[in-house]
């Protein structure tokens, strides 16, 4: 329930004292001095507006919702509704968290939600539904949730006044927040969903985190992309993150330093998470994983993509049920906040980790398996990499996440598409099943 950044120009010789500067005769030569002055402040002053309403315009969201997210209050209040949010958030042990997840009915929201109240956390989602793919998709995800008590409050990131109602009824501990417009490529077609969710949506939950009272820890999801055209590997936390190579990684990095800002400002308790390529059941429709898996299967062709030196593509793939217990470990291991009402009153913790699985396969190895698991011969069609933001190849250096964390992925590549396969053959024979019933 994926929301950048600016420079300035330089100014003329106009005093910036206006008055204290008095010639002590006026002149024709002065008068015509005032009135450049003025055309070139009219000028540059029209100029920074046009400025500032194209970022807010660009604020604005474009990805549809299958709902209106900015509904109003009265839509989310009422017993019955606040009844579903406190039974979804109770804990069944004192020491257990309450924590707002969202992008519950995302990817990995979605198995982060489970786990928790699986373990007896309690849990709240909050997701927008946006149409960037497939809403059944997100729906099913969520009656998955609804089943094992998870209730998912609908609406937008950017609705303050329905976060404040949230925090109001429930005093949570923690959020993850995973939410975010993902995908490189889109971002060349819909650049203003990005700034909404990723950078708009971000700040405003942090605004409204930080006025809790107590404050909530805070983990939430950035991304292996900013790294953007780092050469050097594997990627490291401690690497220069600021040669994003697409908008997508440009917002996720933006949002590093906004959180940043927020921790050493509010005291605010973050940790960032940078997920490298995550896959498996329930997955995204639009990571290559799944769209191969439906194309070869149709007998439609694939691209696969190389480099400009003919070189092999290659992705760190990360199973999720790995990065899940990242995540939690992160939940775990987060200290509190400390600040009270918006005050910081002493230094918070922030940290950043890698999450991933530090086995980089090529992208043509990855068909090569999945023609395996399906039985199928790929169809496939060599082309070099486009310019649209993605980089050759992403590998993770997890020994902090190892050592902080007590990360340690243990699923294989193959192990975890064959968990996909199977998910994938039973989910959409059910739904198969439900259109022929329809």
Known sequence: MSQLSRSSGSLDDTPSTPGKFKPDKPSPYIHRL?????????????????????FFLLSSPSVPSASNPRRSLGSYGGSDWERHVTRSARRRSDSGMTVLVTGAAGFVGTHVSMALKRRGDGVLGLD?????YEPTLKRNRQKELQKNGVFIVEGDLNDKSLLHKLFDVVAFTHVMHLAAQAGVRYAMQNPSS????????????????????PQPSIVWASSSSVYGLNSKVPFSE??????????YA?????????????NHIYGLSITGLRFFTVYGPWGRPDMAYFFFTRDI???????IYETADHGSVAR???????????????????????????KKKGPAQFRIFNLGNTAPVPVSELVNILEKLLKVKAKRLVLPMPRNGDVKFTHANI?????????????????GLKKFVKWYFKYYKEEKKKINAW
């Open 128 to 132: 927008n539904f946006n149409l960037y």
């Open 316 to 342: 760190d793939f990360t199973y999720i049920d790995d990065v899940v217990k990242g995540c939690l470990a992160a939940l775990d291991t987060a200290k509190k906040s400390t600040g009270s009402g918006g």
């Open 238 to 247: 401690k690497d220069r993150t600021d040669q994003p190579a697409s908008l």
């Open 250 to 262: 440009a917002t996720k990095k933006a949002g590093e330093e906004i959180a940043h800002t927020y």
């Open 194 to 213: 990005y700034i909404h969710s990723n950078i708009a949506g971000l700040v405003n939950l942090l605004e409204v985190c930080k006025s809790a009272n």
């Open 399 to 415: 020994s902090l996440a190892h050592r902080e964390l007590g990360y340690r992925p243990t699923t294989d590549l193959e192990t």
């Open 297 to 303: 299967l149709k007998g439609k062709v694939i691209k």
């Open 34 to 54: 005032r009135f450049h002055n003025l055309s070139k402040f009219t000028f540059y002053s029209a100029f920074f507006l046009a400025i500032l309403c194209f």
